[in-house]
């Protein structure tokens, strides 16, 4: 049972972030209107933050990587999401195996 | 299906409850090996069980942690996190702002409470509810509330098992979060103007890997994800949205 200190600060940064950003609507009822162009950039964040964490490695790393995201972003669009998962980790292990 | 509200009559409590627990089940259930495979990842990051379990407790945002333990090294890198947690977390806000006016039976202290839970699953739940009858306490604790049960049990459980596991690169493992981010994704797919800013977020994000290396790739892959989206959207649509 070990908590490192500064991964504990990390946690209770992330922690106090996210209740802050889940509690601040109740406070914006009525002020926040987002609308048109506002609001596509709003709901884009999420995928536009998610796409930039894994960039690096799926398009970065090698061809193995980069095919087997593409494998994987096919996959997503017909499957739940553990089986995505399995796709894109079992599409990986092989190509890796072809590569060497 | 519009059946008309009935503030005076009493609600079945019990009866709240059962629907919460009821329509809360299934995504209990796909919480799971969800849950242990981060904590699987978090012992291969160098996590013990209980910071891993602490995570979930406190952060209990999926999405935001899987990102966090990507851009996890040593030492931890506080900033990054935070920031990215923000840029990730940062729906909450709208979330929230369009279910509270809907919980009208609700104290401040019961919403306060409440929206330490409110994650994407048990928002839309909530939200579907509203559509046909008032929102109730006893039906959003129950929806709401169970979820972490399952996401901090299978996030122990996989924190202790994954340090049996070893190097998650020869199972193929550490590509687990491309392929969970890329399933995750494809969920907030919404057409042309979601293709641009993931066209261009993952563009200027690898470009900046190569010249700058981590942690800037993620801002700058965000915000220029975000400018795509904005520049790709129709304009002139700047009526107010009916709440």
């Not at chain 1, 999420?46 to 087997?68: K, M």
């Not at chain 2, 990102?67 to 090294?73: M, S, V």
């Amino acid at each position: 049972m070990t908590i490192d200190p500064t991964t504990l600060a990390a946690i209770l940064a992330m922690a106090v972030i996210t209740y802050l950003t889940r509690i601040a609507g109740i406070f914006l009822v009525g002020r926040l209107a987002l609308s048109g162009r506002a609001k596509a950039a709003f709901d884009a964040i999420p995928p536009a933050v998610l796409v930039a964490v894994i960039a690096p490695t799926a398009l970065a790393t090698g061809w193995p990587e980069t095919l087997a995201a593409l494998v994987t972003a096919v996959a997503a669009t017909r499957l739940p999401l553990l089986a995505t998962i399995a796709v894109g980790v079992a599409s990986v292990v092989l190509l890796r195996m072809v590569a060497g | 299906m519009n059946k008309p509200f009935a503030p005076s009559a009493p609600v079945d409590m019990a009866r709240e409850r059962a629907a919460g627990i009821r329509d809360i089940m299934p995504v209990m259930i796909a919480a799971a090996p969800i849950g242990l495979l981060f904590g699987a990842l978090c012992a291969g990051k160098g996590l013990s069980p209980a910071e891993a379990g602490l995570m979930s407790v406190l952060v209990f945002a999926g999405g935001a942690q899987f990102a966090a333990l990507e851009l996890w090294t040593w030492p931890v890198p506080i900033a990054t996190l935070a920031f990215s947690t923000l840029l990730i977390n940062a729906r909450h806000i709208l979330m929230g702002a369009s279910l509270a006016p809907k919980m009208r039976g609700f104290s401040l202290g019961q919403k306060l409470a409440g929206f330490y839970v409110l994650t994407d699953e048990s928002w839309a739940l909530a939200e579907r509810r509203a559509k046909d009858r008032p929102l109730t306490p006893a039906y959003w604790f129950a929806v709401a509330g169970l979820l972490p049960l399952s996401w901090v049990g299978a996030t122990i459980a996989g924190a202790v098992l994954g340090s049996f596991l070893g190097d998650p690169a020869r199972i193929g493992a550490d590509f687990a979060f491309t392929a969970l981010f890329i399933g995750l994704i494809a969920g907030f797919w919404n057409g042309r103007v979601s293709a641009a800013a993931i066209g261009a977020s993952a563009a200027a994000s690898a470009a900046t890997y190569f010249a700058f290396g981590p942690p800037w790739h993620v801002a700058a892959g965000a915000l220029t994800g975000i400018a795509a989206a904005y520049v790709a959207a129709p304009a002139g649509e700047d009526a107010p949205e009916a709440a």
